[in-house]
């Protein structure tokens, strides 16, 4: 039986250590190779003043503390609706949240809306939104 998760649950949190060579290793595997996640020289004069994470890396800490949540539902019925808030400053920790906000039964499914975000180290928000699963 499949358990269906509740409103008010919470999701599990996930604790993420941001440093420069994880974020070279997203940029290796991205292709993404902006100066602005990788040079510190360059990001110095950017309007940040100094290098800021990839903000895909941090969405996949996002989507793997909903995988661990979820499992195949996530993985298979997952959507999101995510605002990026402010950059993610390296060297940082970043923490994701959630809870089931709604369920809502139709016929053969259920459909499962959790609020979601990461903050950093300063508990500032760098993203927040809806997470939607179907269940069924």
Not at 14 to 31: H, I, N
Not at 48 to 59: E, K, N
Request: charged content about 20%; aromatic content about 10%.
């Amino acid at each position: 039986m499949i358990h269906i998760p509740q409103i008010g649950d919470s999701l599990p949190e996930y604790f993420m250590e941001v440093t420069p060579e994880s974020v070279y290793r997203y940029a290796e595997a991205s292709g993404d190779y902006n100066p602005l996640h990788i040079n510190e020289e360059f990001a110095s004069s950017s309007q940040y003043g100094r290098t800021i994470a990839h903000g895909m890396l941090i969405l996949g800490h996002l989507s793997d503390m909903l995988t661990t949540a979820f499992n195949e539902n996530w993985i298979n019925n997952g959507r999101l609706k995510i605002r990026f808030r402010s950059p993610v400053f390296i060297p940082n920790k970043v923490q994701t949240y959630g809870t089931v906000t709604k369920v809502a039964k139709n016929t053969g499914s259920i459909l499962i809306t959790c609020a979601v975000g990461c903050r950093d180290e300063n508990n500032a928000e760098v993203l927040k939104g809806d997470a939607y699963i179907t269940f069924g």
